[in-house]
């Protein structure tokens, strides 16, 4: 018993010395923790597979992101504008390092990461800092901003307390005030000069370097008890604005010589540009078109001065004004204005760029009594000419019918006005040859009517008309056009015409 006893003791002695030496020698240790990897560097984040796990507090200030909550593209779409070479996704594989620069040396210009396996951890340094440099305020931050974008504005930026004393300014200002007094800036002497009347916020630069002043843009900001000025400049938009004054200037100068009445009117409707041409044909008075009235008080003082037609219904004349406005805006307007004291005028609506609107008025009085006169005349020689016994008809260069009596059109019972199309010789030969049958003759007159150069004049007999020979005298014409005229004679020759060339039927 006893050696059983002690044997189960010795047993159970060893076991335990066995145990105890087995855990010495392999220690339980707890898994360590993400922290272990944070650097003590105040801009420093760390995530775990994608998500951000841990973020030092002025991290998590500045760049607004939470452990748990944000991801690793909320941090590059942050960066990405300082950092082009920020990478899309977190470094993978067992272990890298990577060292990524800014594009400029203004705050954070140098971001490293460093990776392995799931986890990754992005530093952000400010190497322009001194080392060591101790932790700063978000306000601190912010007011660094501040300073950096008012060094660097390129816009003179200034303020002014109540009594107009400058109180404050930026370096572009600075530099703008050395440029043009050649001293440092004093509180008490305005950099620019007086305003301009017609545009108060304006003002001038004057620089004794350049042989134009710099023009700028006041934009002014009232706040508390103080005034902040941005001045931006304008030099570009003055030169233009001179540019079209002297275009504006040449046109009137060229509009002033023409016969033909001008009047430009805005988008606004009001009139800008009228010609001295305009006065005299419309009687209106300089001073009315120099305070730039409107379509409508254009059109009414016109109405007044007896200078267009006289309204059939006055109800409706603000209607009548409205349509020929509109349909000169979109250029289809053109009519003939009969005054009552007979001149007459040829107005045109044209649509201008930007909106505008130009009207054309043109003294018509000398064409349209020429015109008459002309017409008449034709009448005239029309009526006359119908009153000879002889059938006449004339045929352009090109063999077209393009007069005829009335002789005519009862000889051979045809009337070519009654006609949509043209009636050409070869038509007036068919039906010629139609009473008197085919012959030489008739193709001789066609290829005279057609024929060009110098031309002689002659006749030929073509057939009997009631018992008496009919011949066909053929007359060379101003232009090219060609005379034919058919005469009955009571004998076979008529000495006063020799024929050109002998033609057998």
């Not at 419309?282 to 379509?295: D, E, K, V």
Request: contains cysteine.
């Amino acid at each position: 018993m006893f050696d059983l006893l002690e044997f189960t003791v010795i047993s159970c002695t060893a076991l335990v010395c066995v145990g105890l030496a087995v855990w010495w020698t392999n220690p339980r240790t707890p898994r360590a923790e993400p922290t272990d990897w944070i650097d003590p560097d105040p801009l420093a984040l760390l995530f775990q597979n994608g998500m951000l796990h841990h973020a030092t507090d002025q991290a998590r200030a500045l760049l607004s992101l939470e452990p748990g909550t944000h991801f690793w593209d909320d941090l590059r779409d942050q960066l990405l504008t300082r950092f082009p070479d920020f990478p899309a996704n977190p470094g993978t594989g067992l272990q890298g390092h990577t060292t990524l620069q800014a594009l400029d040396r203004c705050g954070l210009d140098q971001a490293e990461i460093t990776w392995q396996g799931p986890r990754c951890r992005v530093l952000l340094q400010d190497l322009s800092a001194p080392p060591h440099a101790p932790e700063i305020s978000a306000e601190q931050a912010e007011l660094q901003i501040l300073r950096r974008i008012r060094d660097s504005a390129p816009d003179p930026v200034w303020q002014e307390d109540e009594s107009g004393t400058i109180s404050w300014y930026n370096k572009a200002y600075e530099n703008l005030y050395f440029q043009a007094h050649g001293s440092r800036v004093d509180p008490g002497r305005s950099l620019f000069s007086e305003s301009d009347c017609k545009h108060p916020n304006r003002v001038i630069l004057n620089n004794g370097k350049r042989e134009r002043p710099d023009w700028y843009q006041l934009a002014t900001v009232q706040t508390d008890d103080v005034t902040v000025y941005h001045a931006t400049c304008i030099n570009a938009v003055t030169v233009a604005e001179d540019t079209q004054r002297n275009f504006v200037q040449t046109l009137a100068k060229t509009f002033a010589h023409l016969s033909i009445g001008l009047a430009i009117f805005d988008r606004d409707g009001q009139l800008t540009i009228f010609n001295p041409a305009l006065v005299d044909l419309t009687g209106l008075p300089a001073h009315f078109l120099s305070a730039r009235p409107t379509m409508l008080s254009f059109f009414d003082q016109l109405r007044e001065n007896r200078r267009m037609p006289e309204p059939k219904n006055y109800h409706n004349w603000r209607e009548e004004i409205a349509s020929v406005i509109a349909a000169a805006t979109d250029g289809r307007y053109q009519e003939t204005w009969t005054l009552e004291s007979g001149q007459t005028y040829n107005v045109k609506g044209r649509p201008h760029p930007d909106g505008a609107t130009a009207f054309l008025i043109e003294d018509i009085s000398a064409e349209m009594t020429l015109t008459r006169n002309f017409r008449a005349e034709l009448e005239q020689g029309q009526v006359l000419l119908d009153t000879v016994d002889e059938a006449m008809v004339v045929f352009s260069p090109t063999g077209v019918l393009t007069f005829c009596n009335a002789s005519y059109r009862d000889m051979w019972s045809v009337d070519p006005d009654s006609s949509f199309a043209d009636v050409l010789i070869r038509d007036s030969v068919a039906i010629w040859q139609e009473r008197f049958g085919a012959s030489r003759v008739w193709n001789s007159i066609e290829e005279f009517v057609t024929e060009f150069g110098e031309r002689q004049a002659w006749n030929i007999p073509v057939g009997h008309v009631d018992g008496a020979p009919l011949r066909c005298y053929l007359v060379p014409l101003p232009s090219g056009s060609t005379l034919v005229q058919f005469r009955q004679h009571a004998a076979a020759f008529d000495p006063d015409t020799k024929p050109r060339r002998l033609i057998v039927g």
